[in-house]
């Protein structure tokens, strides 16, 4: 069974404060793919990164950076010198690559960030 | 179009009233995906389809719910003599050949 654990439900941060954003997943499979979403108070899921598992590079992009940890199953998101307009909801996802699982996401339940000015 | 779109964008029933859900995904999209998002809480899988064949349909809690998508493109989930507990957002994705899915707006359907 694949299982997504956001632990924190709610973070709120001070504007150009650096923010982590944990997300811990389980799964059989060998080979998987991870996501991040942002759901912003418009309502829409929009797509930030997809993050294969043989590849344990972090990545970064702009403000916005990724820690892959293979060993500990985890893959956190970093948002670096916050923003008002990070505000949202975010949410992080597994997709397996086999049988019942290699298709559909996993979501965890989101984490709601605040950001004030 | 650029994107998925969904519609309505916003339902409101009566209990007992039957709704169908439209999705339009990005064009050239194979696999177009429902889920349901209640609040405060993450997206769940419903169903899914590759062209206009239905792979699997485990997630839907109940016969009274359906998908079609007859043509490859285009998909409705209907939802049968609605019930309170079925108010939810209601979103649809598709994916390209990157295994990235690209959500709609979604469709907030409220049951009274």
């Known amino acids: 069974a694949q299982k997504v654990t956001q632990a924190q439900t709610e973070i709120s941060v001070v504007e150009k404060e650096d923010v982590t954003l944990d997300c811990v997943y389980e799964?059989?499979?060998?080979?998987?793919?991870l996501f991040w979403y942002k759901q912003p108070p418009s309502g829409e899921l929009v797509f930030l990164i997809r993050?294969?598992?043989?590849?344990?590079q972090n990545e970064i992009s702009g403000r916005y950076s990724w820690n892959f940890q293979k060993s500990t199953s985890s893959f956190n998101f970093t948002i670096t010198a916050s923003q008002v307009v990070d505000s949202a909801v975010y949410f992080c996802?597994?997709?397996?690559?086999?049988?019942?699982?290699?298709?559909?996401?996993?979501f965890g339940k989101g984490t709601l960030l605040t950001v004030n000015p | 179009g650029a994107g998925v779109s969904q519609s309505p964008r916003y339902k409101v029933t009566k209990r007992g009233q039957d709704v169908a859900l439209r999705c339009d995904p990005i064009?050239?999209?194979?696999?177009l995906y429902w889920y349901r998002q209640a609040l405060g809480q993450g997206p769940e899988f419903l169903t899914y389809?590759?062209?206009?064949?239905?792979?699997?349909k485990s997630g839907l809690p109940n016969d009274r719910f359906s998908a079609e998508r007859p043509e490859g493109s285009i998909s409705t989930l209907t939802i049968q003599r609605t019930e309170q507990r079925d108010s939810a957002m209601y979103r649809c994705?598709?994916?390209?050949?990157?295994?990235?899915?690209?959500f709609g707006p979604g469709t907030r359907l409220t049951v009274l």
């Open positions: 993050r294969n598992s043989f590849d344990e």
């Open positions: 064009s050239g999209h194979v696999s």
């Open positions: 389809f590759n062209y206009e064949a239905q792979q699997d």
């Open positions: 994705a598709s994916m390209g050949g990157y295994n990235e899915q690209f």
């Open positions: 799964t059989r499979d060998t080979t998987y793919y």
């Open positions: 996802a597994l997709r397996g690559n086999s049988g019942g699982s290699n298709y559909k996401l996993t």
